[in-house]
Every structure is written in C-alpha cells, then in structure tokens.
C-alpha cells in the first residue's frame, strides 16, 4: 500500500446469502489521519463495511487490506454483564495490555470528552442507560487506536457532549471513519465522504468537509 494509506478496499463484495451481493466490487483507500463520513441508506451496507474493518467478516471477493499492526477500535453497543460490577477505572484498565502510569488522567481526558462527570470508583452498574453508553464510547477513546470507528456516537449525547466529542475529535491525529446522521456534527470535523448506494451496491467518494459534499 502507499506509504500514507492505512486501510484500502481492494475490488471487495461481500454476500450473506449467495447471488445477493451486499457490496460489489468495492474499491476505496483511507490515509492516515482522513477524518471520514460513511454514508448510506438503510442497509446499503455501513455496518457491513466496519465489520469488514474490523476482520469480523472477510469478503466474499476481493481484499480488505490494513496497513501492518494498526490498531482499530469501536465503541460496542452493550456493557458486557460481567463488568457490571467492576468500578469505571477498572473497567477502563481493560482496555490496556499494559497499563499506562498516566491511566488516571486519560481516563479523566475520555470522560471530558463524553461529557460525562462521575466518580472512577462508581460502580459501572450503577451507571444509567445513557451513561454507559457514554462509557462505552469513552473507552473507545482511551484505547487511542490507529482507526477509531464510530456509530452514531451522538446518540447518547447532550449538546455540551456533542461539543466536548467534537473538540477531542479535531485534535484527534489519527484515523476516524463515523457512521451519523448528524450533519452539524459531521461538518464540524470531517474531511470526506464514503457513499454506498443500496441499489447498486457501488460507492463514491468525495472530499471535502460534509455539507460541500452533499451539496454536490
């Protein structure tokens, strides 16, 4: 791959079910540090794509190819019940191999930036349905990886998060592929758009900050 490239589609489709192809002949490339919008209608194919990222599937035909040892991260969708009850500093100690000596001010840092204030010795079950949400993006953060992939990270976000998501992203100098329907929050960091169509299973790419791209 060129040496600024991190993540390349390579002619890849991929089918669930045989004939009936979800992405066809896809062919895209990411460098490091592109800030990027997925976009798509309903099931054209956006979580397919990320999954594909993330090695959780392989295509069908074609290649997916991540330069050499980067590092990727999402934020899941649910809490495993087992960290329930452990307190959020370890359960943010999870997400390390080796755990940094500045852990306590990292994690201080992910929970600014999700706008959420609440002592690390809380119990993560103790925690509201919205809150954990924000944890669970907050420890996406914190795992600073080489492509951070987000879905709909907004969702569980008052505007100060919003803000204080957006202000981390900006300053945030690696690779970031988002899956929103919030245009405001999408124009205010992105630097490109990847387009799936449902029906022709094809995608477009743009550059330029979002609302350029869909004006076009």
Known sequence: MSENVILRFDNATF????????????C????????????????????TIF???KGELKPTKGNVFITNNATIATARQMIDKQDLNLTLEKYFLKAFVNVPGNIKSQISKVMTAVNLIVPIDR??????G??????????????NPDILLLDEPTNNLDQAGIDHL???????????????HDADFLNCFTEGVIYLDVFTKKIETYVGDYFSVVEE
């Open 15 to 26: 089918e669930y079910e045989e004939k009936k192809p979800v992405l066809d002949e896809v």
């Open 28 to 47: 895209f490339s990411v460098r490091q540090g592109a800030k990027i919008t997925l976009m798509g209608q309903n099931g054209a194919g956006k979580s």
């Open 51 to 53: 999954k594909l990222i």
């Open 123 to 128: 119990l993560v079950g103790d925690l509201s």
């Open 130 to 143: 919205g809150q954990q949400a924000r944890i669970l993006l907050a420890f996406a953060l914190i795992q």
């Open 166 to 180: 957006i202000e981390f992203l900006v300053m945030y100098d690696k690779t970031v592929i988002v899956i929103s």
